[in-house]
């Protein structure tokens, strides 16, 4: 595994030919790029005649997938892209991918299709979290139940709903990888979106756990961290997560918000409190969880709260008016 520092963020590749410290090996024909938590980890699966690439990040590092992609392909052409699902740090490279290689066709999950096809960031929840993903053109939808082969593997894709309704992973039964995205990792799930607009879903994330347990899985490569072997502890890790949220609600919300507010900061390194302060203002989300959890507390006192206890847990630096990441 080679983990570079250089250009937008740290990262690392593992590919066929690498072993990471768990000492697993991928199947040929498959790369995993894992990238910084700002943006999703990626996935390019090719053979001599295609190259797929699962996810793309967040925007502002659409130059490094690039150059990530370009690295591997060298002259071979990217012929497919793949979303698990359209939250901007999976699909944020979209745009850049498909000026570079404009012969690439990019599927995405039915559900918010549409909202793709006829570009809506509100719908698309881009207005909403205070995040942004450039626009982005898709040639059709990937269906929960359809395969493709790359590489003499045959993919299925599968329903994961939970961190995002219509979210998909894709599993090689032959092999026994699945791509997760943010319905597991080795320390969790992603944050439960649906749950931030009064949607019910801890229930589909508890069916997703379920459906993941059911198969044959030997490595998952997640949406974010490190591709991990021990899947049974991380079911057990996700469900105890799950269980701690379907108790206390607010736990969750609280947990949001915050991923909301370092997941900004990671994007702006370096910000005026102030300024912070009003941006958080104006994002849908947060004004939403403020009023829903948190109604007892001026949207400042709240916010203020929150940013506390990021730099109490050293996820970033308050000083002389300005928020660091750290």
């Known amino acids: ?118 570009w809506d960031p509100a719908a698309l929840t881009y207005t909403p979290t205070g995040q942004h993903c450039p626009k982005f053109l898709a040639r059709d939808v990937i269906r929960p139940g359809e395969r493709f082969s790359v590489s003499d593997q045959e993919w299925l894709a599968l329903a994961a709903p939970g961190h995002d309704p219509h979210s998909i992973v894709l599993f090689c039964e032959e092999t026994g990888v699945l791509i997760s995205a943010d319905a597991l990792w080795e320390n969790g799930f992603g944050v439960v979106f649906p749950e931030i607009e009064g949607i019910e879903a801890f229930e589909d994330v508890a069916k997703t756990l379920d459906l993941i347990a059911s198969l044959q899985v030997t490595v998952v490569l997640p949406g974010h961290g ?29 947990y949001a918000a915050k991923v909301l507010l370092k997941f900004k900061l990671l994007e702006l390194q370096t910000v005026e409190q102030a300024n912070f302060e009003q941006w958080a203002m104006d994002c849908d989300y947060l004004k939403l969880l403020q009023q829903r959890y948190a109604n007892n507390l001026s949207f400042g006192n709240w916010f203020r709260g929150l940013l506390l206890s990021l730099e109490k847990n050293g996820a970033l630096i308050c000083a002389s008016g300005k928020l660091i990441n750290r």
């Open 1 to 118: 595994m080679s983990c570079p520092n250089q250009m937008s963020e740290k990262y690392c590749v593992v590919n066929s030919e690498q072993i990471n410290k768990s000492n697993l090996t991928l199947p040929p024909g498959l790369n995993f790029f894992q990238r910084g938590w700002l943006s999703s980890n990626n996935v390019l699966l090719r053979d001599s005649e295609q190259a797929v690439l699962v996810d793309t990040g967040y925007w502002t590092h659409s130059a490094q997938t690039l150059d990530l992609v370009q690295r591997c392909l060298a002259t071979q052409p990217l012929t497919r892209i793949i979303n698990t699902h359209l939250h901007s740090d999976h699909c944020g490279g979209n745009a850049a991918l498909q000026e570079a290689y404009p012969a690439a066709e990019t599927f995405v999950p039915p559900g918010h299709a549409n909202f793709v096809f006829d």
């Open 226 to 254: 490190e591709p991990f072997t021990n899947v049974q502890l991380a079911l057990v890790n996700a469900r105890k997560r799950l269980a701690s949220f379907r108790d206390d609600p607010e736990k969750h919300a609280n």
